[in-house]
C-alpha cells in the first residue's frame, strides 16, 4: 500500500512540475533577456516559460532589398502562448549587435496584449538603416510581460 500512494504521489508530482513548465520549455524571469545568432528572415527560437506566459521565437525579416546607406522596412514577429487566466501586455526590445558584440540599432516594437489562454502572434513593422541589418550577426532579446 505504501507503494502504491510513493507512486501516486511521485505521479501527482510530475504533473504538477509539467503543468508549471511544458516539456522543451526553460523557465525565465520576468523580463525574459538573451542573446541569439541573428539571420534576417531565421526565426530565434527561445522558448522560455516567463511565468506562464510561453515566448516560443522572434522574427525579423523584410520583402525589400537590404541596402547600405538606405531604410529598410522590415516586420518583426513574436510568438507564443498566454496559458495565465488573465490577459497579459508584452514590451519587446531587439537589439542588433555586430560581429564584436556592441550594440548598433535597437528595435522597439509597440506594447502589445496577449488574450488568455491563447496563442499569440504579433507582427509589427519597424524601420531598420540597410546598414545595421548587414552587419548585425547577433541579437539581444528583451520581453516583459505585465500580468
Same mark, same amino acid.
Given at each position: 500500500?505504501?507503494?502504491?500512494?510513493?507512486?501516486? $504521489?511521485? @505521479? *501527482?508530482?510530475?504533473?504538477? =512540475?509539467?503543468?508549471?513548465?511544458?516539456? /522543451?520549455?526553460?523557465?525565465?524571469?520576468?523580463?525574459?533577456?538573451?542573446?541569439? $545568432?541573428? @539571420? *534576417?528572415?531565421?526565426?530565434? =527560437?527561445?522558448?522560455?516559460?516567463?511565468? /506562464?506566459?510561453?515566448?516560443?521565437s522572434v522574427t525579423v525579416s523584410t520583402s525589400e532589398e537590404v541596402r547600405a546607406g538606405a531604410t529598410v522596412k522590415c516586420q518583426v514577429r513574436v510568438q507564443g502562448h498566454n496559458r495565465l487566466e488573465n490577459k497579459a501586455t508584452l514590451k519587446t526590445i531587439l537589439l542588433l549587435e555586430n560581429g564584436a558584440g556592441h550594440g548598433i540599432e535597437k528595435l522597439e516594437l509597440k506594447p502589445f496584449k496577449a488574450k488568455s489562454a491563447r496563442a499569440f502572434d504579433e507582427q509589427q513593422s519597424v524601420e531598420v538603416a540597410g546598414d545595421s541589418l548587414k552587419a548585425a550577426v547577433s541579437v539581444y532579446i528583451f520581453i516583459q510581460g505585465a500580468f
Amino acid at each position: 500500500m505504501q507503494r502504491v500512494m510513493a507512486a501516486l $504521489a511521485a @505521479a *501527482l508530482t510530475a504533473g504538477v =512540475v509539467s503543468a508549471q513548465t511544458p516539456t /522543451g520549455y526553460a523557465t525565465a524571469e520576468n523580463p525574459f533577456q538573451g542573446e541569439y $545568432a541573428f @539571420a *534576417l528572415g531565421n526565426a530565434i =527560437v527561445i522558448r522560455a516559460d516567463v511565468k /506562464g506566459l510561453l515566448l516560443d521565437s522572434v522574427t525579423v525579416s523584410t520583402s525589400e532589398e537590404v541596402r547600405a546607406g538606405a531604410t529598410v522596412k522590415c516586420q518583426v514577429r513574436v510568438q507564443g502562448h498566454n496559458r495565465l487566466e488573465n490577459k497579459a501586455t508584452l514590451k519587446t526590445i531587439l537589439l542588433l549587435e555586430n560581429g564584436a558584440g556592441h550594440g548598433i540599432e535597437k528595435l522597439e516594437l509597440k506594447p502589445f496584449k496577449a488574450k488568455s489562454a491563447r496563442a499569440f502572434d504579433e507582427q509589427q513593422s519597424v524601420e531598420v538603416a540597410g546598414d545595421s541589418l548587414k552587419a548585425a550577426v547577433s541579437v539581444y532579446i528583451f520581453i516583459q510581460g505585465a500580468f
